[in-house]
């Protein structure tokens, strides 16, 4: 435990580096919490109002950046497949880590990670942010008083839009590998990797057991990954865990998540903090503790980390049978519509017909799409 104010440095200060420069080092820089004390990236560093550069030092090598500036805290928003290195990097070199999901990609790479850890002693958050959920821990409070009896039954259902650019975004998106290396793009393996994460672990983080089914679709024939996917798995306390998504809807659905045991149910939105426990009729609106802040207050009084590297074993081997598994079927024409993003008519997304309701059925009921009757699946 320290009480001194933490030297944070970044790795990865474009894309989703941005997001953290803005919401999460500038503010507490503003606010004496913490010293920014480097950034790193292998691009020219990108600017924004809420996220400028000042004076703060700026790298192209992430070794040079932790031997420059000795930081207490790295934060690591890079591509997938570079984790391991730079995150072991940094640990050898003194450093806790804020590590963005997936945090690797493979259990073996997992197991590596974890060697770095307990031998450097450090410690490893990774950026599962919906974890942090005020709501999360009333459904696990409410699972421990036995408001549910037994849990039988985690579901899980999402439904957003991608449009054509965000498969242009980067010379990794929308591929299964890049110069060799498996790429963890797609549905499952990207934007609704939380809500896997998010299923497991209110399914009381227990190993999967068994094998894990998986449906994975893609409507583009330039794409090789999924934009429209399924997984269920039973964990090794009997809870079913199903979670059906797409990047195709024509509504959204933020990302639902029914919870069934045999004395009652609940429905969290895990995306917005809402809950309606078992015998309410209203949800209700609960906050988020941030895992930055929850990372330092663990540096300085021991607080317990919310989403430690421990936790995120389960969903890195659902993630691994994801990368591992041949590219998607692709869906036929008939069942798409195209029509323009909402924001860029010039812009098309791609709607396959009837997938929102598709995955509130077979998060509720526990199927697969192939078991829904669906003439796409």
């Not at 309410?280 to 300085?300: S, V, W």
């Not at 041949?326 to 798409?336: A, I, Q, S």
Request: with cysteine.
């Amino acid at each position: 435990m320290t009480t001194s104010i933490p030297r944070v440095a970044l790795v990865g200060a474009n894309g989703f580096g941005l997001h953290h420069r803005e919401h999460n080092l500038a503010p507490r820089v503003a606010r004496g919490e913490l010293a920014f004390v480097g950034m790193c990236d292998t691009a020219e560093i990108q600017e924004r109002p809420g996220a400028p550069i000042g004076d703060t030092p700026v790298f192209d090598d992430y070794r040079a950046m932790l031997d420059a500036t000795d930081p207490d805290v790295v934060i690591i928003a890079t591509p997938p497949p570079s984790h391991l290195p730079i995150a072991g990097d940094a640990m050898r070199h003194g450093a806790d880590i804020y590590l963005e999901k997936p945090p690797v990609t493979n259990l073996d790479e997992y197991r590596r990670l974890y060697d770095v850890m307990t031998e450097t002693g450090r410690n490893v958050q990774v950026g599962f942010q919906a974890l942090g959920s005020h709501a999360f821990n009333a459904v696990r409070d409410a699972i421990e008083a036995g408001r549910f009896g037994e849990i039988e039954s985690i579901g899980v259902a999402g439904s957003w839009q991608r449009p054509d650019s965000y498969y242009r975004r980067s010379a990794w998106a929308g591929k299964r590998e890049l110069n060799g290396t498996l790429v963890a793009d797609g549905a499952l393996a990207n934007p609704w990797a939380h809500a896997s994460q998010q299923a497991i672990a209110l399914a009381g983080d227990w190993p999967l057991q068994g094998p894990v089914e998986l449906e994975r679709l893609r409507t583009r024939e330039s794409v090789q990954v999924d934009d429209t996917a399924a997984w269920r798995a039973v964990n090794k306390n009997g809870v079913r865990i199903t979670v059906a998504v797409t990047l195709c809807g024509d509504r959204k659905v933020e990302g639902d998540i029914y919870i069934k045991g045999t004395e009652g149910e609940a429905w969290y939105g895990f995306r917005e903090d809402l809950l309606r426990l078992p015998g309410e009729t209203e949800a209700k609106q609960y906050g988020t503790t941030n895992l930055l802040d929850n990372l330092l207050a663990h540096r300085r009084r021991g607080v317990g980390l919310i989403s430690g590297l421990r936790r995120a074993k389960p969903f890195t081997g659902v993630l691994e049978q994801v990368l591992t598994s041949p590219v998607p079927r692709l869906v036929d024409e008939k069942h798409l519509e195209r029509v323009g993003a909402v924001d860029n008519p010039d812009d098309p997304v791609t709607i396959l017909k009837g997938v929102d309701q598709a995955v509130v059925d077979a998060a509720t009921q526990g199927k697969l799409y192939s078991e829904l009757g669906l003439p796409w699946a």
